[in-house]
């Protein structure tokens, strides 16, 4: 398998400020019957180095009809096993981002959780751990973290940290107080992922200061410092919740910021 960015949607959804992710058809659902209502689409990601395959942020974890996790068929379009991910990178704990950190199966006549990805290492930061549990905001599955926490094979962040000296995974804020991106260097390509600070790729393009963040302000002139960035050192950068662009390189052009495709 070729290295590189794999893009694992989830679907498109629509959620309000019930904090319920309720899925939308774009061919036949109508945005204006949803008011008061964000558009995103769920897209996790496999990035594939030369030592690992590593899973970005796995979604909701959902299910098929058949009961095997969605991202699971989706992995296996690239000949993926659950057994082969290596890495799973969160960058904070909302459910839409770390529900498939774990999923449920029958062990000896009981429902119990599993990690998804049975042999890989799962990095989280320790203050976005912190702030989770003590805030009791419904955006955060606590049950499957804990689980995940019990059961999965785990390295906990402190801070500004390099993973196998190849991933940097800093605390930037913004949209949780503990927000992390990621920064993977490989010997030809720098992969950025911002997660819900730099969510769209259209969020590069224009200023302004979402109330959905913990810190609107902060998320604001972080998408700015990441997109100089991104076109000085020429990332490849991932968007969770696009619908359209997934991931692409960017750079300026006529005073636009545009994708490079």
């Not at 991202?71 to 082969?84: K, S």
């Not at 049950?143 to 801070?159: P, Q, S």
């Not at 993973?163 to 950025?192: M, N, V």
């Not at 109330?211 to 050192?233: C, H, N, P, V």
Request: hydrophobic letters at 35%; proline letters at 5%; aromatic letters at 12%.
């Amino acid at each position: 398998m070729e290295n590189g960015v794999y893009p694992l949607s989830e679907g498109t959804y629509t959620i309000a400020g019930d904090h319920i992710f309720v899925p939308f058809d774009m061919e036949t659902d109508n945005i204006r019957d949803r008011p008061a209502s964000l558009l995103v689409e769920i897209q996790p990601f496999l990035v594939v180095t030369d030592t690992d395959k590593i899973i970005i942020d796995p979604g909701l974890g959902l299910s098929l009809a058949d009961g095997r996790l969605h991202i699971y068929h989706l992995l296996e379009r690239y000949g993926v096993q659950p057994e082969d991910i290596t890495k799973v990178l969160l960058s904070h704990l909302h459910l839409d981002h770390a529900g498939g950190v774990v999923h449920q199966v029958i062990e000896n006549g009981r429902w119990t959780w599993v990690p998804s990805f049975p042999k890989a290492t799962y990095y989280w930061q320790e203050t976005e751990w912190e702030y989770a549990f003590q805030k009791g905001n419904p955006s955060y599955p606590l049950e499957r973290l804990e689980a995940m926490r019990a059961k999965a094979t785990h390295h906990v962040l402190k801070g500004e940290s390099r993973i196998d000296h190849y991933i940097e995974a800093s605390i930037c804020g913004g949209h949780t107080p503990s927000h992390q991106y990621f920064l993977i260097h490989t010997k030809k390509e720098k992969y950025f992922y911002g997660g819900d600070v730099v969510p769209q790729f259209s969020q590069m393009q224009r200023k302004f200061v979402a109330k959905y963040d913990f810190d609107g302000k902060r998320s604001a002139e972080l998408r700015i410092m990441f997109t100089e960035r991104a076109i000085l050192e020429n990332w490849t950068c991932m968007f969770f919740h696009d619908l359209r662009k997934p991931y692409c390189k960017v750079k300026m052009q006529e005073g636009m910021v545009m994708s490079v495709d």
